[in-house]
């Protein structure tokens, strides 16, 4: 009879464990597919000149989802900036949101 109990409570937490992985797994399914890229970008004047030019190479509907920059020194007391743009883009094979909104009227 103690041997039983002994499986029993193993037993559950293994099936803890499992809805963990499940739960792990199936997170980023709920948030929608989307594409993922980086622009990089060069400038010697500035930071922000740096960005502007690494935000110019994002796809037009993309989200940016971070933004970076570094100071490179280049020797002879020169610095160039680097700055680097994470963003994503929604998957084009995926159909929008079917939920109502101004450009998305209910259906009767």
């Excluded at 989802?65 to 084009?92: H, I, K, L, Q």
């Excluded at 995926?94 to 209910?106: E, F, I, L, R």
Aim: aromatic content about 6%.
């Amino acid at each position: 009879m103690r041997a039983q109990t002994r499986f029993t409570a193993h037993a559950g937490r293994r099936s803890v464990a499992w809805a963990g992985w499940i739960a792990a797994l199936a997170l980023p399914l709920l948030s929608g597919p989307a594409l993922a890229g980086s622009a990089t970008a060069d400038s010697v004047w500035d930071r922000d000149n740096a960005q502007q030019r690494a935000l110019q190479q994002v796809p037009a509907g993309a989200n940016v989802t971070s933004t970076r920059c570094e100071d490179v020194s280049v020797g002879m007391n020169t610095t160039r900036y680097r700055c680097t743009v994470e963003f994503t883009v929604p998957d084009p094979a995926v159909p929008a949101s079917s939920t109502p909104g101004p450009g998305n009227p209910a259906s009767p």
